[in-house]
């Protein structure tokens, strides 16, 4: 009786496990059809089956279903001709590089972004980050299917077969100063992600063109994308013009979304001031340091003095001292053996000066002890870029309705062995030529030379301010794109520019989202992996939208 018992359990315990086993598989492959979203071959017939799949899962008309595959049967009419809405079909695409190519996308920025060139940027001697940018995207465009050409190390090609005329993009490797192009925090941090720059813009569309030739997405145009190799300067464009046909449309990928309306103009201004090696030696201050990049306002500066010569318990009786005058800046006190004090600017508070640079050539001017009474350059900055930043005092202030008013912005100062010197940003509106604030920046810096007995050396570049027409065919379309992809309706942007001012048909399309520039400094620029996948998107969708005839 027992031994029958002990069979019975003994059969009963293995349809248990059997049946455990059976439901353990049954589930992993229910999970597989609920959270998979691999696309598991190239086909027409798996990319259509994934996209019913994906659209019966939204409850969507199921006749769309058709109209995929009219268009994926014949793409070369365009996705109108199959009865797709631009709004059908820029799901369809986001659907498929959300589920493809996310984590490629993510994976690929992150090693562009690694890619040092601020150090280029102060010598452009090294080119050692320019070989390894230029091998980044011969990889990631051949692994993509595209055709890349390098003329002379100043500007790669990377281009979309098609037919003509082509689309043109342009887009750069240049970043400024000692800005941090990769910038991750932790997962809870506010701000994390990577620096919003043209680099990231260049590695997004590159994407965007990779993912058209896949989906078999054949453009009437052929798209040509031109990277700017030169860093400092645009130094390659006259090459590149004199050997290679500019496409008719350019899309500039360094500027904002939707779609930019105008641009500043602007002027580069290099002030220098030699000193003799001897009397710079007699200064407490050792080196400075900002954050701030092209068009970005420094929020952090730090005054790096030497030790030997001011101890930290005068610094401290110092820094209070100062800090009761101006209450929209906090100053800190380094706590390691080098002696210095970090500026930050509290740009959110009215009234404020936002630049954390002014405040620090504030505080050198309030205790010129610290330096020769022959350094000048700081007593200059003061009296007509701290508290002249409307530009009155060098004669350029202007107003205009579309494009606000001139800013002057102190970028950088640097001290070295024997110099000292300091780069500023002048964004100015229409009503004055770029000729002529050039010659007046000039003649400021003369007259404070023969007022204060100084010798300032001043180097200065400009270019005018340009408008687009916002009811030009490329302009409606990119405005549509931004839309269509988002679903957020924006104005045009007013931004800064520099290939729009040299390319013909040349326009400025992302990459910063609307939400990143309203924050002037240096940590709203820094975009998160949902919205680096997006930019993907937009790009796709406008590239679509501009080859229809």
Not at 13 to 32: D, G, H, K, P, T
Not at 80 to 93: D, K, T
Not at 185 to 195: D, P, V
Not at 213 to 225: A, G, M, Q, T, W
Request: proline letters at 4%.
């Amino acid at each position: 009786m027992s031994s029958a018992l002990s069979k019975r359990n003994i059969y009963k315990a293995f349809v248990e496990i059997v049946w455990v086993i059976l439901l353990f598989f049954i589930s992993i492959r229910f999970s597989n059809l609920l959270y998979s979203q691999e696309i598991p071959t190239h086909s027409k017939e798996a990319f259509y089956n994934y996209i019913s799949n994906r659209f019966q899962e939204k409850g969507l008309d199921s006749n769309i279903h058709k109209k995929v595959w009219n268009y994926l049967s014949n793409p070369n009419k365009g996705y109108r001709a199959a009865g797709l809405s631009p709004s059908e079909f820029s799901m369809i695409v986001r659907d498929y590089i959300e589920s493809k190519y996310n984590r490629e996308i993510i994976g690929n920025v992150g090693e562009v972004m690694g890619i040092d060139t601020t150090e280029v940027y102060q010598n452009e001697d090294k080119s050692d980050a320019v070989v390894s940018y230029v091998q980044h995207i011969e990889k990631v465009s051949k692994n993509l299917g595209l055709d890349v050409t390098n003329i002379n190390n100043k500007f790669l090609i990377v281009s979309l077969d098609g037919e003509q005329p082509p689309l043109g993009l342009v887009g750069r490797i240049r970043i400024s100063g000692n800005y941090i192009e990769q910038k991750r925090h932790s997962a809870s941090e506010k701000n994390a992600g990577f620096l919003c720059s043209s680099k990231l813009a260049t590695e997004t569309a590159l994407f965007a063109m990779g993912i058209l030739k896949e989906l078999n997405l054949k453009p009437v145009s052929r798209i040509i994308l031109m990277v700017d190799l030169s860093l400092y300067k645009a130094i390659g464009l006259d090459e590149l013009f004199n050997s290679y046909e500019i496409p008719p449309v350019n899309l500039v990928l360094d500027s904002v979304f939707p779609v930019s309306a105008a641009e500043y103009g602007y002027a580069t201004v290099r002030l220098n001031q030699n000193v003799k090696e001897d009397i710079l030696k007699k200064s407490s201050v050792r080196r400075i340091e900002a954050n701030g990049g092209d068009f970005l306002i420094p929020d952090t500066a730090i005054l790096y003095f030497d030790s030997e010569k001011l101890d930290r318990n005068t610094l401290a009786d110092r820094i209070s001292k100062f800090s009761t005058k101006y209450d929209n800046v906090e100053l800190y006190l380094s706590e390691d053996k080098e002696s210095s004090i970090r500026f930050k600017s509290l740009s959110g508070k009215k009234g404020s000066i936002p630049n954390a640079l002014d405040y620090l050539v504030l505080f050198l001017t309030e205790n010129r002890d610290l330096y020769p009474e022959s350094i000048r350059l700081f007593e200059y900055l003061r009296r007509n870029i701290v508290f002249n930043p409307s530009g009155k005092s060098l004669g350029i202030n202007k107003n205009h309705p579309l494009l606000n008013h001139t800013e002057v912005i102190l970028k950088s100062i640097s001290v070295n062995g024997s110099s000292i010197s300091a780069e500023l940003y002048v964004r100015f509106p229409y009503g004055i030529d770029s000729a002529t604030l050039v010659e007046r920046i000039k003649s400021n810096v003369s007259s404070f030379n023969k007022k204060e007995s100084t010798d300032l050396e001043v180097y200065v570049s400009a270019l005018n301010p340009i408008t687009i027409d916002m009811n030009s065919d490329v302009a409606v379309k990119l405005k549509r794109a931004y839309e269509l992809t988002t679903g957020n309706l924006q104005k045009p942007a007013i931004y800064d520019g520099y290939y729009t001012k040299f390319f013909p048909n040349a326009v400025g399309f992302g990459p910063a989202l609307p939400e990143y520039v309203k924050n002037p400094n240096a940590d709203g620029f820094l975009m998160g992996e949902t919205d680096i996948v997006k930019l993907v998107n937009i790009y796709i969708t406008a590239f679509i939208l501009l080859m229809e005839r």
